[in-house]
């Protein structure tokens, strides 16, 4: 089965980036995105170098940025809440170009901007440069509990199948002359989704068989190879160490000023 | 898949809150964890993995609200409905962490608020409202339709003011509350009526069928259900 090791993000391509080991990355795209998100947000430099830095990685990766950029709409619906911030916020205001506009909120509506949308590349580099396969070892390698990342393997193998075959009742609902447009119209998806339990439900329990009857206990055999190097570590662990510096000079800045 | 998402991004609330809430969703995995196993021993894994892939694939699947709006199952309600409370917050704990690593949907730092709201938060709302539900409703299937349709309506309710709670403890910009709650409720009881009506009819579906895959109702006792089994009309004779 070929499905299920790859993912809609995965940009499959050769890179140094993508030859890293997957819990070098992790640990850079997470430590990355903590060190960015304690940022105090009035340190408006902080977050050009983040940015550049972040650029810098999708360049090492050969990402091309105008794909994350249309990647990164994701978070739409963030950038609407933070554009309602400035009028409603509370506190002192300005006026530009006619409108009020309280201070707290503009403060507020920036550091939610610019932490999300860093966020979101942060974690986009790492979906493009890692197939899902390789982030589920990654993530046992780090010593997360085994329960969870076997039940993110087994998630991970059905869900292109289940996908597949919730396509494929779309389309033959649609193709017999289903056209739904209103809540109200919405039954016949509803019973495909029930249906699609139970064939779910009915494949799990004969494949849980099929693996029961080969000797399976409750644990997966491990995939050890060998783990990343020294080199790998420091090359994945320069984005977070260079976030940690731009982190220490922000926040001394900022306990200077105050 | 639908391009938007509406899990929380980094940088929408404050630090203490976000590690707060983030100690409080390890320590629930783990109890769910616990408690799950004690359910699914040795099937834990396989059964946990399908039903988080089944959320996930139904969460692909938008059901039209309006022409040219659309929405998608949460799925926490389902999933207390389908497989008890422990393994259903389970799962879509996981969804939501595969979510956010390899569909960069919901901040990284953000995955203890997406967990309290959406997988805990969601789920008790629901369970409590089944576990009540149930007991006092007529065994029937227009019960099980009521119960399931509560469930879907109040978990998404209830996890829509579970964010309005980290906003008023840690907002990074002072809002008015009311308006908060008022815009996030407002939307979220909308999203919550197509919830419920969805839970419900896929519920009935499957219980119609196969009872026995119910969890809700072999909690609750039921033998049979009212009717005798019919075909769903999607087709489970495959």
Redesign the interface.
């Known amino acids: 089965m070929a499905g299920g090791h790859s993912?809609?993000?995965y940009l499959d391509q050769s890179s140094p980036v993508h030859r890293l080991a997957p819990e070098v990355k992790?640990v850079a795209?997470?430590g990355f995105?903590?060190l960015?998100?304690?940022t105090p947000?009035t340190e408006f430099w902080a977050f050009g170098v983040y940015l550049l830095l972040l650029l810098g990685v999708a360049f090492a990766a050969r990402v091309s940025p105008w794909w994350l950029a249309t990647?990164?709409?994701?978070?739409?619906?963030?950038v609407v809440?933070a554009v309602l911030?400035p009028f409603?916020?509370?506190?002192p205001r300005v006026d530009w170009l006619g409108l009020s506009l309280?201070v707290?909120?503009l403060?507020?509506?920036w550091?939610?901007v610019?932490?999300?949308t860093?966020?979101?590349l942060?974690?986009?580099l790492?979906?493009a440069t890692t197939q899902?396969r390789d982030?589920v070892l990654g993530l046992d390698r780090l010593r997360c509990?085994a329960?969870?990342t076997?039940?993110?393997?087994?998630?991970?193998?059905?869900?292109e199948?289940?996908?597949a075959?919730?396509r494929r009742?779309?389309i033959?609902?649609i193709s017999r002359g289903d056209s739904?447009?209103?809540?109200?119209?919405?039954?016949?998806?509803?019973?495909?989704?029930?249906?699609?339990?139970?064939?779910?439900?009915e494949?799990?329990e004969r494949?849980?068989l099929a693996?029961v009857s080969r000797g399976?206990?409750?644990r997966?055999p491990a995939l050890y190879g060998p783990g990343p190097g020294l080199a790998q570590w420091s090359a994945a662990l320069a984005l977070p160490v260079a976030a940690g510096l731009v982190l220490a000079v922000a926040a001394g800045r900022a306990v200077f000023m105050s | 898949m639908d391009p938007v998402a509406l899990h929380i991004a980094n940088g929408l609330v404050n630090a203490p809150v976000w590690l707060a809430y983030l100690g409080i969703a390890v320590v629930a995995l783990v109890v769910c964890v616990k408690r799950a196993g004690r359910d699914l021993d040795e099937r834990l894994a396989p059964m946990a993995g399908l039903v988080a892939a089944y959320i996930f694939a139904v969460q692909m699947l938008n059901f039209p609200v309006f022409p040219g709006v659309s929405g998608h199952l949460l799925g926490a309600a389902l999933a207390a409905l389908l497989v008890g409370p422990w393994a259903g917050a389970l799962c879509v704990s996981i969804v939501l962490i595969v979510q956010a690593f390899v569909f960069a949907d919901g901040g990284v730092t953000a995955l203890g608020l997406n967990i309290g709201n959406m997988a805990l938060v969601g789920t008790v709302a629901a369970y409590g409202v089944i576990a009540l539900l149930l007991r006092v409703l007529p065994r029937t299937i227009a019960g099980l339709s009521v119960t399931a349709f509560v469930a879907g309506l109040l978990s998404v309710v209830a996890a829509a003011f579970g964010f309005v709670l980290q906003y008023a403890l840690g907002g990074v910009a002072p809002m008015p509350l009311g308006w908060v709650a008022g815009a996030v409720g407002g939307t979220h009881l909308l999203i919550g009526i197509g919830e419920g009506l969805i839970t419900a009819i896929t519920v009935v579906a499957v219980a119609r069928v196969r009872p026995d895959l119910v969890h809700a109702l072999r909690q609750a006792g039921w033998r049979t259900p009212e009717k005798a089994p019919v075909a769903v009309g999607a087709g489970s004779a495959s």
């Open positions: 993912h809609p993000l992790i795209s997470v995105t903590v960015m998100v304690l947000r990647r990164s709409l994701i978070e739409a619906p963030f809440l911030l409603l916020g509370s506190g309280s707290e909120g403060l507020g509506a550091n939610i610019a932490k999300a860093l966020g979101v942060s974690s986009l790492l979906a899902m982030l509990p329960v969870v076997q039940i993110v393997t087994f998630m991970l193998r059905y869900a199948v289940l996908a075959e919730a009742m779309r033959a609902r739904p447009r209103f809540l109200w119209q919405a039954r016949g998806f509803a019973v495909g989704a029930g249906a699609l339990f139970l064939r779910a439900f494949r799990g494949v849980y693996m399976y206990t409750g997966l």
